[in-house]
């Protein structure tokens, strides 16, 4: 059965099939899963009788539709009872995934009186004396917030707050996870740019750092600018700039693999969004040969009128040469392909007509700009968003680090320095002796990538004025 997607964990089901005991019965079971085009990852016995068996079948399907056909292609067989189908992707987030766990144990009185009453009273009048304490005596010293409207949730669109909510916890245990860094859902239900930024403002004093994560652009612009102004901790838009750094690191190995200078390639951009906006200014700042900015209009150009301000920043340090045609005609001869945008706008042949040794990253998930099978026959290096394809360029490699280096600074702003310094950090954790076409970024769980960035956007903070570093103990 051929799928237009690759059978993944996201679409993992666990299927409970009682089948008549026989010698063939369970090879039956995966090779009729096997036909259905979807990949076995586990088989339990759970009970047994004389002339039944009882097991649960696990196996990685392409998406919703997908794992119906695999359930009614096991109904199909004889002496074959499905007895339940369960999404294990739905059964992870029973409940949600995070929870709030004391630090300290409350188990006598003397420990209650200092957690709480009256010994904390003592703390409280410290703080009023001086503010600056909160970040070592509370829980700011470590603590961010994951502020949504649900505006832009994944490649999915304006979902709301409710809808986002998976998401964020998703991003708090990826915090804690890779960063050590306690993160807190903050979905809002509102999209008035005036408010979201006055809450934001109120709720900013029980937090070390502000991750501004899946608000559309162009509101999101403004609402991080607006935030930097008014508050006195980092704000970070992770659909800009951590896909920015993780990006400007994967092009820096891949610029190594292939031998070129970033100043001397002409980039095309897919997408010029949040995420491509953030990735374009920073190459900018590293000396970019050139960049084509592509989006709904088409080509950005100075020949276009009313356009909103971002893109009329792009056009104005962009596209020297004035190009105007198609994406497909802007690939021609360009060195470096950097796709956030929608699925299948190129073909094999469109990277055919790129420059020798040409960079592709197609990061539209879950279906990127270009099939990376046929990417991969033009072009030299390859990266997309997936898991389940070499070089997967995934946010996870920075945002946990970048705020874990703020922190301990006790960084009041994020700055481009700090995005340079982690994304070298992230492209120096490979090595250029490990470096190769399949090889141009580390694992995200590679542990020494979050220390890498902390310790690189920690002395980035150190090295600029507003960084306040406290070197006292806990």
Not at 55 to 66: G, I, M
Request: hydrophobic content about 45%.
């Amino acid at each position: 059965m051929a799928q237009t997607r690759l059978p993944s964990a996201g679409f993992s089901i666990t299927i409970r099939i009682g089948v008549v005991a026989d010698a063939s019965a369970i090879g039956r079971l995966t090779t009729c899963v096997g036909e259905a085009g979807a990949i076995v990852t586990a088989l339990d016995v759970v009970d047994s009788d004389p002339t039944t068996v009882v097991v649960d079948l696990t196996c990685d399907t392409a998406d919703a539709n997908h794992a119906d056909q695999v359930v009614k292609a096991l109904e199909g067989l004889d002496g074959v009872d499905v007895r339940k189908v369960s999404d294990r992707t739905f059964l992870l987030h029973l409940g949600g995934k995070i929870e709030v766990t004391p630090k300290v144990a409350l188990r006598n009185r003397d420990e209650l009186s200092r957690a709480y009453t009256p010994g904390v009273a003592r703390v409280c009048l410290a703080i009023a004396e001086n503010p600056a304490d909160a970040r070592r005596l509370t829980i700011k010293r470590n603590t961010v917030a994951v502020v949504t409207d649900g505006s832009a949730v994944l490649g999915l669109g304006n979902l709301g707050p409710a809808a986002s909510l998976p998401v964020m916890e998703g991003k708090a245990a990826l915090f804690k996870r890779f960063g050590g860094v306690d993160a807190w859902p903050v979905v809002l239900d509102t999209q008035d740019t005036d408010e979201i930024v006055r809450i934001v403002q109120a709720i900013a004093p029980a937090y070390g750092g502000i991750n501004l994560e899946d608000i559309a652009a162009p509101r999101c612009f403004e609402i991080e600018e607006r935030l930097r102004e008014l508050l006195d901790i980092p704000v970070f838009h992770d659909d800009q700039h951590g896909t920015a750094i993780c990006v400007l690191a994967a092009l820096t190995n891949a610029l190594r693999v292939v031998g070129k200078r970033i100043e001397d390639v002409r980039v095309v951009v897919s997408g010029a969004g949040a995420a491509g906006t953030a990735i374009m200014k920073l190459l900018l700042r590293q000396g970019v040969g050139d960049i084509i900015a592509y989006d709904r209009p088409g080509v950005l150009h100075s020949g276009l009128k009313d356009l909103p301000e971002a893109w009329q920043w792009l056009v104005e340090h962009t596209n020297r040469d004035s190009y105007q045609g198609d994406l497909p005609g802007a690939l021609r001869g360009a060195d470096v392909f950097i796709g956030v945008s929608a699925p299948n706008l190129l073909t094999g042949d469109d990277i055919a007509g790129m420059a020798d040794n040409a960079i592709v990253f197609a990061l539209a998930n879950p279906d990127p700009e270009v099939d990376p099978r046929e990417a991969r026959k033009h072009a030299a290096v390859v990266a997309t968003g997936r898991s389940d394809q070499p070089n997967q360029i995934n946010n996870v490699l920075a945002f946990p680090g970048v705020f874990r280096g703020m922190l301990d600074a006790h960084a009041e702003e994020f700055t481009e320095e700090m995005a340079i310094a982690a994304a070298r950090a992230i492209a120096d954790v490979v090595g250029e002796d490990k470096i190769n076409p399949t090889v141009i970024v580390p694992s995200v769980f590679d542990s020494r990538v979050a220390v890498a960035v902390a310790a690189a956007v920690r002395a980035a903070a150190q090295s600029a004025p507003v960084a306040a570093v406290d070197t006292s103990a806990p």
